[in-house]
T-cell receptor, first 112, second 120 residues
Framework: ELKVEQNPLFLSMQEGKNYTIYCNYS?????LYWYRQDPGKSLESLFV?????AVKQEGRLMASLDTKARLSTLHITAAVHDLSATYFC????????????FGTGTSLTVIP | GAVVSQHPSWVICKSGTSVKIECRSL??????MFWYRQFPKQSLMLMAT?????????EQGVEKDKFLINHASLTLSTLTVTSAHPEDSSFYIC????????????????FGPGTRLTVL
């Protein structure tokens, strides 16, 4: 059974601080996605990582992918309150009709 | 980017009634759409994969007779929750796969805004 696990599940951090969210998955996949979800809303795409060693950055967020370790990280730099949300990683598996398997989610609260 | 809509945005119904949720891809044709369910403070759980013109593929543990999926066209998939009960109250999200663009090898999934179902 495919598992996608995130760590931590809940995170409270002060503005200006840095932190990293981890996403581990249990099977081979070359494609890893990061999404943001605000309360009561659907998913907002943040990053698509398509190969081993891929690194993408947008504002205060940076995502990376290590397919050999089956690990992706989402690094937050100098957090601001607007980043408070739940973050999900997801993988899709070849030959499964493009099905997504979502991680457990990380609920981030940035405290002023 | 591509847009996926859902209708309704939220619905409240009495126990025992059926509720239909529509998922539309507005500016692209989607041969495959997916239906997810999300309970409060939990992740998204894939319920079923909907392919245009064929029967949906349901994930283990999802009752196909309770959650009827119809994908009648390349831009529309519907999820009908039959004889809804309070435990079916959840946030239902659909997504639609857009074919690879030139030079790309992967499909892109676009998520709808979600439908919040409350069953009294």
């Amino acid at each position: 059974e495919l598992k996608v696990e995130q760590n931590p599940l809940f995170l409270s951090m002060q503005e200006g601080k840095n932190y990293t969210i981890y996403c581990n998955y249990s099977t081979t996949s070359d494609r890893l996605y990061w999404y943001r979800q605000d309360p009561g809303k659907s998913l907002e795409s943040l990053f698509v990582l398509l190969s081993n060693g891929a690194v993408k950055q947008e504002g205060r967020l940076m995502a990376s992918l290590d397919t050999k370790a089956r690990l992706s990280t989402l690094h937050i730099t100098a957090a601001v309150h607007d980043l408070s949300a739940t973050y999900f990683c997801a993988v899709d598996i070849a030959n499964t009709g493009n099905q997504f398997y979502f991680g457990t989610g990380t609920s981030l609260t940035v405290i002023p | 980017g591509a847009v996926v809509s859902q209708h309704p945005s939220w619905v409240i119904c009495k126990s025992g009634t059926s509720v239909k949720i529509e998922c539309r891809s507005l500016d692209f044709q989607a041969t495959t759409m997916f239906w997810y369910r999300q309970f409060p403070k939990q992740s998204l759980m894939l319920m079923a994969t909907s392919n245009e013109g064929s029967k949906a593929t349901y994930e283990q543990g999802v009752e196909k007779d309770k959650f009827l999926i119809n994908h009648a066209s390349l831009t529309l998939s519907t999820l009908t929750v039959t004889s809804a009960h309070p435990e079916d109250s959840s946030f239902y999200i659909c997504s639609a796969s857009s074919p690879p663009t030139s030079g790309s090898f992967y499909f892109t999934q676009y998520f709808g805004p979600g439908t919040r179902l409350t069953v009294l």
